[in-house]
Each structure stands twice: as structure tokens, then as C-alpha cells.
């Protein structure tokens, strides 16, 4: 059911925020989490014996939504199932502006939860009130503080939208995107058993969304397949849309139903669709957030031919192998650029050929601007990438009154003329590692956590960029 983006505005970026039926026996986990909403935020609980601990948390709380002062925007139900009826006819009488339902046990468990999965969806049907889930961990908007755990931020936000059937995928989407890329988002929605509102509501509101500028999504089924292809084709021509699509196997429907009630579909059919509408096919969270990372922080993309910088032989002929399983090649470069390096090289030593084998001694700041300087005007490539051996560089610190190696890479990362990123090689030390890709953030280069995930977020994104 089509709501105007108005309406959806309305409870995406409540001013008042109502959670119903949180308890003591799960820690208050909703009301705690909702404790950064920049407006209103009430609790309602029946239950005598749960009231002081919600006012221990400086909430008022009330017995009934209809006693809620004022209009309410965006209500959270996390009541048992039989309740849900009882709870949505009063948010309806208070003209709320929607509601989620954490509530489980609908339509993906039983008949009696199917038919009680019908009855709250006509109701909303009825009211205009848009209804998200049940089954669901419902809004993320990190600007209005509204949250579904503590773990994730609020206050600043980003330019990522995000549709997710899991709300665990929808959680840890927001939160390792801001942890591995340093991107926050401006919005999620976790949707569970979709009883009224599909993926298409939300791509549609998303997709006129100017605080989104790209949208993911983890998909396990829809109800309306034309309609999904086609707003998934009118949305895709104007921002990127990234799709993760679970049950992609058998046993993996068989749980998709299980999971959220979501009909199985042939996967040949999900692939032939993202092909046709230009929405970009992810197969992992991994994939999700280096893909998202490089078609935000990459400039335009314009071929597969890449200069790879790497720290020792070995780990230039594995990497080298990697991007080239990927579609990338990895070509000679041109003449002029091996006149530069063959003089360059005979003081530094390594080889030059593509990939490059710097051997270590790519740390001084006169080498990173020389090198790379070299390797961005070179016009047999198309993009540059840095392997960052951590056990190198990952100990290095700045030497006293000399620059520093990472501000080198940094400024250079800042007027290349190819796209340019660093990849951290696999490793034990995990801690280093971590710190480095850290410091790379802050220094504005876009670093991947090993050079296989930068392979594949750089061809998908290729191929977004292709077909544009």
C-alpha cells in the first residue's frame, strides 16, 4: 500500500516517540536505546510492576496510547501477539503517524498467527496508518536519536539509506559501515514479515529521500513482483541500489520462510532482475559496506585496468591473481612511466613492472609522492591501489621532524586524478591492523580490510558505473 512521502516523513523523523510493553526481562532495551530521541519519548505499560523501573529511567509512563499528550509520531510495539489488535485500534483513535511491531509469532510461524497477521494489516489498511513489520526491529534514524540498540550511533548521520528483512542485518549493517568506512546513515528501516508495507514503499520513499544518496537493502522475498521491478528500475536510474538477497539456495528459502513467512522465487529470476533494473547484486554484509564505501568515496569508475603498489613479491603475485579473477586486468604501463620508475627504482630498489614489488621500502615521504605521482599520470591505467602491509608500515611512527608517511598518502589521496585506495593485507595482528585502516579513514583514503574485499567492491562498482 502506496504512502505519500508526507506521511512517511512524518514518522521516519518523529518529534515524538512512543514504545508499548517494554519490561524489565529484556532490560529495558528499547527504552534505553530510545533515550537519545531529540523529542518526546513516553513508555506505555499496564503492568504495575514494571512502571518504577521505566521511571527509574526518567520516562513517564503511561497506562493507554489514547492518555499520550499531543500528537504521537512513530509508536514501537513490543507486546505479546494476541495484544498487538488491541494496542493498533488505539493508535488508530489517537491518529498516530505509524507504528512498528517488534512483535513475533505472525505469519511466519502459523495459521492462527497468518490470520492475526491479516487482521492488523486490514486494519491499517483501513486507517491509512502505515504499520511496519510485525516481526520487525522497525526505525533507525540516527539524527532523531531513534535507535534500535545502544550499540548503534545518533546525533550525526550519513548518506546511506537501508531496507533490511533481518533486523540483525539491519543493526549490524549501520554499525559496521560506521566502523570499517566511517559512513554513517541517514536512515534504515528494519520491515520483518512486511504485512502492509513492502520493499517497494520503502524504496519509493528512499528514492525521493534528498538526504539519501544510496540505498541497501537485504531482501529474503516481496509480495508484488511487478511492482518491485518497477520502482526498483525508476529508483536505480537515480541513485544506486545495492541489493543483498537471502535464500538464494533451497535450505536457504526453506529458513527464508521460517524466518520472515517470505515465499521462495528462483534465484536465476532476483539475478536477471538486478541485472535489467541496474541494481547492484551484493552477496554478503561485506560486500554490502566496501561496495557502498567505493560508490561513495570513489569518483566516477571508468575502466578495469589497475596499478597495484604492493610490499613484497609474494604478495604481488596473489593480489595480482585476485583482481584479475575479478575481471580486472592488470596491464603494463606506459613508456614515459617506465622511463620515471627505472631511474626511481635503482635507488629504492623492487621491482616495477605492474604489479610493483616496493619491498619494503615504500615509508618515506619523498618515495610515497614520487611513486605515486608517477603511477596517477600513467595512461595505460585506470585506477591505483595500495597494498598496506601491516607488519611494514603498521608499527611505523613519525620520525621527529620529519613528515609523516600517512599524511604523504593522505594529500595524495586528495588530488589523485585515478581512483585510489589502500587495502591492508590479511594478518594476525589484528589490533595494528584495525589502527591502521583507523588512520587511513581519518586521513581520507578509503582503505578495505584486505585486498580481496577491494577487488570485489571495485568490479561491482565498475559495473554500476558501466551501465550509467
Known amino acids: 500500500m502506496p504512502f505519500d512521502a508526507k506521511t512517511l516523513d512524518r514518522v521516519f523523523n518523529p518529534k515524538t516517540v512512543v514504545v508499548v510493553g517494554d519490561k524489565k526481562a529484556t532490560n529495558y532495551n528499547w527504552l534505553k536505546s530510545m533515550k537519545t530521541v531529540t523529542g518526546r519519548l513516553f513508555s506505555v505499560q499496564l503492568d504495575d510492576r514494571e512502571i518504577p523501573g521505566i521511571e527509574e529511567l526518567g520516562i513517564k509512563n503511561y497506562k493507554s496510547i489514547l492518555e499520550v499528550p499531543g500528537p504521537i509520531d512513530y509508536v514501537l510495539l513490543a507486546v505479546p501477539r494476541k495484544v498487538v489488535p488491541i494496542i493498533l485500534a488505539d493508535c488508530i483513535k489517537a491518529k498516530v503517524g505509524g ?59 550519513g548518506p546511506v539509506g537501508f531496507i533490511g528483512q533481518s533486523g540483525t542485518h539491519t543493526i549490524y549493517f ?35 529521500d534528498p538526504e539519501v544518496k544510496i540505498i541497501g537493502a537485504y531482501i529474503e522475498g516481496v509480495k508484488d513482483g511487478r511492482r518491485f521491478f518497477e520502482v526498483l528500475r525508476k529508483v536505480a536510474r537515480q541513485k544506486p541500489v545495492l541489493i543483498w538477497k537471502g535464500g538464494q539456495t533451497e535450505a536457504g528459502a526453506r529458513a527464508a520462510s521460517s524466518h520472515t513467512g517470505s515465499l521462495a522465487s528462483s534465484q536465476a529470476v532476483w539475478e536477471a532482475m538486478l541485472r535489467q533494473t541496474g ?33 613484497t613479491g609474494g604478495e604481488s603475485v596473489v593480489i595480482t591473481d585476485t583482481f584479475a579473477k575479478q575481471g580486472l586486468q592488470v596491464p603494463l604501463l606506459s613508456d614515459q612511466s617506465y622511463k620515471e620508475l627505472g631511474a626511481f627504482f635503482n635507488v ?21 609522492n614520487k611513486l605515486l605521482g608517477i ?10 591501489a595500495l597494498e598496506m602491509f601491516v607488519a611494514a608500515v603498521g608499527r611505523r611512527r613519525k620520525q621527529e621532524g620529519q613528515p609523516d608517511f600517512y599524511d604523504a598518502v593522505g594529500e595524495f589521496a586528495k588530488k589523485a586524478r585515478k581512483p585510489f585506495f589502500a587495502m591492508l593485507t590479511a594478518t594476525a595482528m589484528e589490533r595494528e591492523a584495525i589502527g591502521l585502516r583507523e588512520l587511513l579513514r581519518d586521513k581520507g583514503v578509503l582503505a578495505f580490510p584486505s585486498f580481496a574485499r577491494a577487488s570485489v567492491a571495485y568490479r561491482k562498482a565498475l559495473d554500476y558505473w558501466s551501465g550509467r
Open 99 to 157: 507504528v512498528a511491531a517488534f512483535t513475533s509469532g505472525f505469519a511466519e510461524t502459523d495459521e492462527e498467527g497468518k490470520q492475526l497477521q491479516a487482521r492488523i494489516a486490514q486494519m491499517a489498511r483501513e486507517a491509512n496508518l502505515p504499520l511496519i513489520g510485525p516481526n520487525c526491529m522497525g526505525l533507525f534514524n540516527p539524527k532523531a536519536g531513534v535507535r534500535h540498540n545502544s550499540d548503534q550511533y545518533h546525533g550525526e548521520s
Open 174 to 208: 549501520s554499525t559496521t559501515l560506521n566502523a570499517i568506512h566511517g559512513i554513517k546513515l541517514a536512515k534504515s528501516v528494519s520491515i520483518g514479515n512486511a504485512a502492509l508495507m513492502d520493499v517497494p514503499d520503502y524504496l519509493e520513499y528512499f528514492g525521493q
Open 279 to 311: 541494481a547492484v547484486r551484493v552477496d554478503s554484509l561485506d560486500e554490502l559496506c566496501d561496495t557502498t564505501a567505493a560508490l561513495l568515496k570513489l569518483p566516477r569508475l571508468t575502466g578495469p585496468r589497475g596499478v597495484l603498489v604492493c610490499m
Open 348 to 368: 629504492i630498489g623492487g621491482s616495477y613492472k605492474n604489479p610493483l614489488d616496493v619491498s619494503w621500502n615504500f615509508q618515506s615521504t619523498e618515495v610515497v
Open 375 to 384: 603511477l596517477d599520470a600513467d595512461t595505460h591505467t585506470d585506477f591505483l
